[in-house]
C-alpha cells in the first residue's frame, strides 16, 4: 500500500455545491479525477450537465442535480437522486456563495443607508446556502457514521476588506458555523464526521471579474491593491484549490476537524509592511 492511497477518492461520492462556478467547478473535476463519483449542484440544470458532460470527458463519474441551496425541498430531491444513484453521500463542498452588490458599500450605498434586504440576500447566500445542504447531506452522512464536509469562507471572514459588508459577515459566520459543526458531529455522532474550510485568497471568478480585472485584463485598483498584499504576487488560479480539497475530503485528514485552509498566496500572513 502506497502512502498516496490515502488521499484516494475511490468509492467515495460526493455533492458539490456551486459546481456550475469557477471555484466549485474546479473542485468538483478534481474530487472526480481522485477517484469520486461528484454530483454536481447549481442552479442552472444545463450548466449542471455541461459540467457533467465535462468531467465524463476526462473519465469522470458525475450527475446532475440541480437545486437551489435555499430551497430545502429542493436540496431533498437532489439528495434522493444521488441516493438512488450511488447508495451514499461521503463528501459535501458548499461553494454556491458569493458576494452580491447591494451589501457592497460603493457609489451610493453606503452603512447608513444600504437596505436590510439586500444585506439579509447575502447572508442567506453565504450561510443559510452552507447551513440547509449540510442539514439535508449531513443527515445521511451521520446515519452512515461518516463524511467530510467543506465549507468556502473567504479573506474576507478573518480581516476586513473594504466595501464587502454583508459578505464578510456572512463568511465569518461560515468560519464560526465551521467550527461549531465540527464540535457537534464529532461529540454527538461520531469521529467519522468531520467539517472543515477552505479559506480561499482572490481567484477571478464571475462575480468578482469586474472588481479585479478591466475589461483589458490589466487589474484594477482594487485587483492591484490584492496583488500588492499578495506575497506571491498573482491571483490564485481554481485548480490549485484542488490539492486541498482532495486531502480534507480523504482519508488522508481523518483526524483533521474545525480548521479553517487558508489558500491564498500568502495574503492572509502578510501585515502590509
Ligand atoms: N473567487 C474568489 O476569489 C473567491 C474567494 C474566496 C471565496 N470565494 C467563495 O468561493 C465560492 C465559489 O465562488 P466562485 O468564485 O466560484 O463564484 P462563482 O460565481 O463562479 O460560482 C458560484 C456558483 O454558485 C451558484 N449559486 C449561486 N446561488 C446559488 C443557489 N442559491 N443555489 C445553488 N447554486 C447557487 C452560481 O450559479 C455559481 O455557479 C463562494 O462561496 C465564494 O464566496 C471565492
Do not use: C
Not at 474530487?31 to 458532460?53: F, S, Y
Not at 458525475?62 to 444521488?82: E, H
Not at 442539514?135 to 480581516?159: P, T, Y
Amino acid at each position: 500500500m502506497s502512502v498516496f492511497d490515502q488521499f484516494s477518492l475511490e468509492g467515495k461520492t460526493a455533492i458539490v455545491t456551486g459546481a456550475t462556478g469557477v471555484l466549485g467547478g474546479a473542485m468538483a473535476h478534481g474530487l472526480a479525477a481522485a477517484g469520486a463519483k461528484v454530483a454536481i449542484l447549481g442552479r442552472r440544470a444545463e450548466k449542471a450537465q455541461e459540467v457533467v458532460d465535462a468531467i465524463q470527458a476526462t473519465g469522470g463519474i458525475a450527475l446532475a442535480t440541480p437545486a437551489d441551496v435555499l430551497s430545502t425541498d429542493s436540496l431533498n430531491i437532489a439528495r434522493d437522486a444521488v441516493i438512488a444513484e450511488w447508495g451514499r453521500i461521503d463528501i459535501l463542498i458548499n461553494a454556491a456563495g458569493g458576494n452580491m452588490p447591494g451589501a457592497t458599500i460603493l457609489n451610493d450605498v453606503t452603512f447608513f443607508n444600504m437596505k436590510e434586504e439586500d444585506y439579509d440576500g447575502v447572508v442567506k447566500l453565504n450561510l443559510h446556502g452552507s447551513l440547509l445542504p449540510t442539514q439535508v447531506f449531513g443527515e445521511v452522512m451521520v446515519e452512515q457514521g461518516s463524511g467530510s464536509i467543506i465549507n468556502i469562507s473567504s479573506m474576507a471572514a478573518a480581516r476586513s476588506l473594504t466595501r464587502v459588508l454583508g459578505y464578510s459577515n456572512a463568511k465569518a459566520a461560515i468560519d464560526s458555523f465551521t467550527r461549531w459543526m465540527a464540535m457537534e458531529l464529532a461529540q454527538k455522532y461520531g469521529a467519522g464526521l468531520r467539517v472543515n474550510a477552505i479559506a480561499p485568497g482572490f481567484f477571478v471568478g464571475e462575480q468578482n471579474r469586474a472588481f479585479l480585472l478591466n475589461p483589458d485584463g490589466t487589474h484594477t485598483t482594487r485587483g492591484q491593491t490584492i496583488i500588492d498584499h499578495t506575497p506571491m504576487g498573482r491571483f490564485g488560479e481554481p485548480d490549485e484549490l484542488v490539492g486541498t480539497a482532495i486531502w480534507l475530503a480523504s482519508d488522508a485528514s481523518k483526524f483533521v476537524t474545525g480548521v479553517i485552509v487558508p489558500v491564498d498566496g500568502g495574503f492572509s500572513v502578510f501585515s502590509g509592511v
